[in-house]
C-alpha cells in the first residue's frame, strides 16, 4: 500500500505565508505526477498546483506568482509554498500522487487532507 502523509496546514492571517508538506511511502516503484488540490465548503475539489517527476508543473490562475510546487524525487515528498495568502484560498487542502506499485500500472493516491484557514 501507499500511504501520503501532509503537514504543514493551519491559520494564518491574510497575506501570510504557510508551507504544506507530503511525503509518501510504501511500495513505490515510481512516482510520475505529484500534486495539490482543495476543496473549500460547497464547492467541487479543484487542482492547485502540479508537478512531474522531471520538474514540470502546473498552477490553477488563481495561485499563479503567489504558490511554489517542488518535491524531492529521493525522498518521495512534495512541497507547497504559499505566500501572500488570501481568504479566497481558505480550504481543504490534498496531497496527490500518480504511483506505480507494480510497474507499469500507475494509481493515484491521496492524503487525508489538511485545513488552511486564511482569516481576513
Known amino acids: 500500500q501507499v500511504q501520503l502523509v501532509e503537514s504543514g496546514g493551519g491559520l494564518v492571517q491574510a497575506g501570510g505565508s504557510l508551507r504544506l508538506s507530503c511525503a509518501a511511502s510504501g511500495s513505490i516503484f515510481s512516482i510520475r505526477t505529484m500534486g495539490w488540490y482543495r476543496q473549500a465548503p460547497g464547492k467541487q475539489r479543484e487542482l492547485v498546483a502540479s508537478i512531474t517527476s522531471g520538474g514540470s508543473t502546473n498552477y490553477v490562475d488563481s495561485v499563479e506568482g503567489r504558490f511554489t510546487i517542488s518535491r524531492e524525487n529521493t525522498k518521495n515528498t512534495v512541497y507547497l509554498q504559499m505566500n501572500s495568502l488570501k481568504s479566497e484560498d481558505t480550504a481543504v487542502y490534498y496531497c496527490?500522487?500518480?504511483?506505480?506499485?507494480?510497474?507499469?500500472?500507475?494509481?493515484?493516491?491521496w492524503g487525508q487532507g489538511t485545513q488552511v484557514t486564511v482569516s481576513s
Open positions: 496527490n500522487a500518480r504511483v506505480a506499485v507494480t510497474w507499469p500500472r500507475y494509481d493515484d493516491y
